[in-house]
């Protein structure tokens, strides 16, 4: 019997509850939820990924299986027999409070907050001389205008691209309790006034509650560029989580296009299937108007930019 449904999570915690205290109750499982992926669309049903949230009515139900089925430990020594308690231990189940639950989740935030922060922050290659080196070792350090003004090696817009070169924004400073649809809203208003940029200029805001840091994908170079000269001309902060404008700026939001090897570490965090879905729509809007290298087997072709 399958248990990674809702009706299947409450078949066997009504199960376990009811051998544990010998009498049956179908009102104990109050609510269960599957929490969505931090890439799930609004609209997109979450599915079960191993783990759920559930309400129970009562508070024994919920010390009965924190004790039975405790998260710290490495194996459980189970003394029903009942089919639902032998599989669940097969399974290793494991409980623990939402409390504990909630804590886990900030702790999961800072250590991902910390590591892009990193990643961000790494923007060129630090040149050391090793330890070890004699005395009259050179060591060949880039001048500093080169560091400074040398653009990264930007791969070819193409139909097997690994992704779409230039088409990530970073921002920070965005209202820690704010969401996708209100980030969306507010970065949208880059492409009001620009009727040739309007259309799907912003394709994904990947924002996780919390943090005060967001990556925004844009279809094409063009939108993502226009975004970053848009906000950088126009100071923007959100004075409260919903904020669809931006007018407060006592601290505005900094944004900054992605290239090199950060770029490449941000697209190594997204499934391939959303990277081809990236790299296919920003090849159909750029060979509508833009320049675009496709190439399909052996034969390429190259569409030019067309002059007004």
Same mark, same amino acid.
């Given at each position: 019997?399958?248990?990674?449904?809702?009706?299947? !999570?409450?078949?066997? +915690?009504?199960?376990?509850?009811?051998?544990?205290?010998?009498?049956?109750?179908?009102?104990? !499982?109050?609510?269960?939820?599957?929490?969505?992926?931090?890439?799930?669309?609004?609209?997109?049903?979450? @599915?079960? @990924?191993?783990?759920?949230?559930?309400?129970?009515?009562?508070?024994?139900?919920?010390?009965?299986?924190?004790?039975?089925?405790?998260?710290? +430990?490495?194996?459980? =020594?189970?003394?029903?027999?009942? %089919? #639902?308690?032998?599989?669940?231990?097969?399974?290793?189940l494991r409980t623990l409070s939402k409390t504990r639950w909630d804590q886990l989740q900030? %702790?999961?935030?800072?250590?991902?907050?910390?590591?892009?922060?990193?990643?961000? =922050?790494?923007?060129?290659?630090?040149?050391?001389?090793?330890?070890?080196?004699?005395?009259?070792?050179?060591?060949? $350090?880039?001048?500093?205008?080169?560091?400074?003004?040398e653009p990264p090696t930007v791969p070819t817009?193409?139909?097997?691209?690994?992704?779409?070169?230039?088409?990530?924004?970073?921002?920070?400073?965005?209202?820690? =309790?704010?969401?996708?649809?209100?980030?969306?809203?507010?970065?949208?208003?880059?492409?009001?006034?620009?009727?040739? +940029?309007?259309?799907?200029?912003?394709?994904?805001?990947?924002?996780?509650?919390?943090?005060?840091?967001?990556?925004?994908?844009?279809?094409?170079?063009?939108?993502?560029?226009?975004? !970053?000269?848009?906000?950088?001309?126009?100071?923007?902060?959100?004075?409260?989580?919903?904020?669809?404008?931006?007018?407060?700026?006592?601290?505005?939001?900094?944004?900054?296009?992605?290239?090199?090897?950060?770029?490449? $570490?941000?697209?190594?965090?997204?499934?391939?299937?959303?990277?081809?879905?990236?790299?296919?729509?920003?090849?159909? +809007?750029?060979?509508?108007?833009? #320049?675009?290298?496709?190439?399909?087997?052996?034969?390429?072709?190259?569409?030019?930019?067309?002059?007004?």
């Amino acid at each position: 019997m399958s248990h990674r449904s809702t009706a299947g !999570v409450a078949l066997l +915690l009504s199960a376990l509850l009811d051998g544990a205290t010998g009498h049956a109750d179908s009102r104990r !499982v109050q609510v269960i939820l599957f929490p969505p992926h931090f890439q799930d669309e609004p609209n997109d049903v979450p @599915k079960c @990924k191993g783990f759920a949230l559930v309400t129970l009515s009562q508070v024994t139900d919920v010390n009965q299986l924190l004790s039975a089925w405790p998260w710290d +430990l490495q194996t459980i =020594e189970i003394t029903s027999t009942s %089919e #639902e308690a032998q599989e669940a231990a097969k399974s290793g189940l494991r409980t623990l409070s939402k409390t504990r639950w909630d804590q886990l989740q900030d %702790e999961y935030a800072a250590y991902r907050q910390k590591l892009l922060a990193q990643a961000a =922050e790494s923007t060129h290659p630090v040149f050391r001389a090793a330890p070890s080196a004699p005395v009259s070792a050179a060591v060949s $350090i880039p001048e500093p205008s080169r560091l400074r003004h040398e653009p990264p090696t930007v791969p070819t817009l193409t139909a097997s691209a690994p992704y779409p070169p230039d088409c990530v924004v970073y921002v920070r400073h965005v209202h820690h =309790e704010t969401n996708k649809t209100t980030l969306r809203t507010l970065f949208s208003a880059a492409f009001r006034d620009h009727s040739s +940029l309007a259309s799907d200029g912003l394709d994904y805001v990947d924002y996780t509650k919390g943090l005060d840091t967001c990556y925004l994908r844009l279809t094409t170079p063009a939108h993502s560029q226009h975004l !970053v000269s848009h906000f950088a001309s126009h100071p923007t902060a959100q004075s409260e989580a919903l904020d669809t404008t931006g007018a407060h700026s006592d601290q505005p939001m900094t944004v900054e296009l992605l290239q090199g090897t950060k770029e490449e $570490i941000y697209w190594g965090q997204v499934p391939e299937k959303v990277r081809r879905q990236a790299v296919t729509k920003a090849v159909s +809007l750029l060979a509508d108007g833009g #320049e675009v290298e496709q190439t399909e087997g052996n034969e390429a072709g190259r569409k030019r930019r067309k002059r007004h």
